[in-house]
C-alpha cells in the first residue's frame, strides 16, 4: 500500500504556499501520493518570464495591500484570494494518471452536490444550461521519477478582481477581451451557495484516503515550519526575494512624462535585471546642471522606490533651494515604478 502525505498550510503568506510547492517537487520522497491545499491572501502571481510593471499595475496593488508572487513556471497572470482554494498533487512518475487526481477533486464535490466535468488537458467544468463553465485550471511538471499537478478551484472568488490590477497591452486586449473570459468561469457557490474552503478541504482529504484506500499522514504548515524544514526556508528566501520578483526580468523600457513645477519632464528608463542601465530625460526645465546630475544618480540603481528616494536625496542636498520641485519630481518617479 502507498503511503500517504497531506500538507494543510495554516498560512495566507503567497510566497511561503509557492515555496512549499518548490520543496514538495523537488525534496520529497517521489514514492509517495502527496496532496498540499492551500489558500493565499489577495495575490497577483505572475508567470516565471512575465514582467512585473508592464504587466501589472503595481502602484494599484500597493494600495490595496495585494501581493505579487511569481512562479517558477510560466503562463499568465492569476489573481488568487481567501475564496479561491489551491490544490497540489504529487505522485511517482510511474504511476501517476491525471484522471485519478480528477476523480479526487469529482468525488469530494460529489458531497456538496455538484457534477464536474473534465475538459482537455487542464479545465474542469460545470454544466449550466447556457453551457460548460469553467471552475478549476491547472498545470504539469514531470521529473525523472516524480509527476506533480496542481490548480485552482473557484469557491466564491471575485472574478472581476484580476483585471483591476493588470495593465495588458493593447494587443493582449484585443486578443482576449474581458467579458469572454468571465463568461466562461463560474464559482462553485452558484450550485453550491454554502461552500466554504475548510469544508473542501476535509472532504479532499477525505476523497484522496478512499481513493487510495489509505490513511493519510496529515501535517499542517505555518510559518513556523521555515525554522524546522531549511529546504522549505531556502525556496522561501528566494521566491520572497525582491531579486525573484522584480529583479529577475528581462530588459525592457518604460516612458513617464508629466508636467511638474520644474518644468514638463519625460523619462526614459532602460530596466535590465531589475536595475537601470540607462536613461533620458527629456524636459524644459531650466536648471540643466540638476537634470545631468539627475540622470548620473539613478543610473545603475535598483529600479525600486527605496533606491529612487536615495538617489534624489543627493540631489536633494546638492540642490537644496530647488527641495520643493525635486521633492515633486521624487514623488512622481516613485509612484510609477511603485514597488
Not at 495593465?167 to 482576449?176: E, G, H, I, M, S
Not at 530588459?251 to 531589475?274: I, Q
Amino acid at each position: 500500500m502507498q503511503k500517504l502525505k497531506v500538507f494543510l498550510s495554516d498560512s495566507l503568506n503567497p510566497h511561503l504556499n509557492l515555496a512549499t510547492e518548490e520543496w514538495i517537487f523537488h525534496n520529497l520522497d517521489p514514492s509517495q501520493q502527496v496532496l498540499f491545499l492551500w489558500r493565499n491572501e489577495e495575490t497577483v502571481v505572475i508567470g516565471r518570464n512575465q514582467n512585473p510593471w508592464s504587466e501589472c499595475n503595481l502602484a494599484k496593488m500597493k494600495e490595496e495591500k495585494v501581493h505579487l508572487a511569481r512562479r517558477t513556471t510560466g503562463g499568465g497572470a492569476v489573481f488568487h484570494d481567501l475564496q479561491n482554494t489551491n490544490f497540489t498533487f504529487l505522485s511517482p512518475k510511474e504511476s501517476y494518471k491525471r484522471e485519478n487526481n480528477v476523480q479526487i477533486i469529482f468525488d469530494a464535490l460529489k458531497t456538496f452536490g455538484i457534477q464536474g466535468e473534465a475538459s482537455g488537458r487542464n479545465d474542469l467544468l460545470i454544466p449550466f444550461p447556457d453551457g460548460p463553465r469553467k471552475f478549476s485550471g491547472s498545470a504539469y511538471r514531470e521529473k525523472k521519477d516524480r509527476a506533480f499537478h496542481h490548480g485552482t478551484l473557484l469557491l466564491n472568488t471575485d472574478l472581476t478582481r484580476l483585471g483591476n490590477y493588470l495593465t495588458p497591452n493593447p494587443k493582449k486586449l484585443q486578443a482576449k477581451g474581458k467579458e469572454s473570459v468571465r463568461a466562461r468561469v463560474a464559482n462553485l457557490t452558484e450550485v453550491s451557495p454554502g461552500i466554504n474552503h475548510d469544508q473542501i478541504v476535509t472532504t479532499m482529504v477525505k476523497s484522496f484516503e478512499n481513493f487510495y484506500a489509505g490513511k493519510a499522514e496529515i501535517e499542517s504548515l505555518t510559518m513556523e515550519s521555515l525554522k524546522l524544514i531549511p529546504e522549505l526556508k531556502e525556496q522561501y528566501d528566494l521566491l520572497s526575494s525582491w531579486e525573484w520578483l522584480y529583479g529577475n526580468t528581462l530588459e525592457f523600457s518604460h516612458k513617464m512624462d508629466e508636467y511638474l513645477s520644474l518644468g514638463f519632464f519625460d523619462f526614459h528608463f532602460k530596466v535590465e535585471d531589475g536595475q537601470i542601465k540607462d536613461l533620458k530625460i527629456y524636459t524644459d526645465c531650466l536648471y540643466p546642471h540638476v537634470i545631468e546630475d539627475l540622470t548620473d544618480s539613478l543610473r545603475g540603481k535598483a529600479y525600486r522606490g527605496d533606491a529612487v528616494r536615495e538617489a534624489l536625496m543627493s540631489v536633494r542636498g546638492k540642490h537644496s533651494e530647488l527641495n520643493l520641485g525635486l521633492s515633486e519630481v521624487e514623488e512622481w518617479l516613485c509612484k510609477n515604478i511603485e514597488i
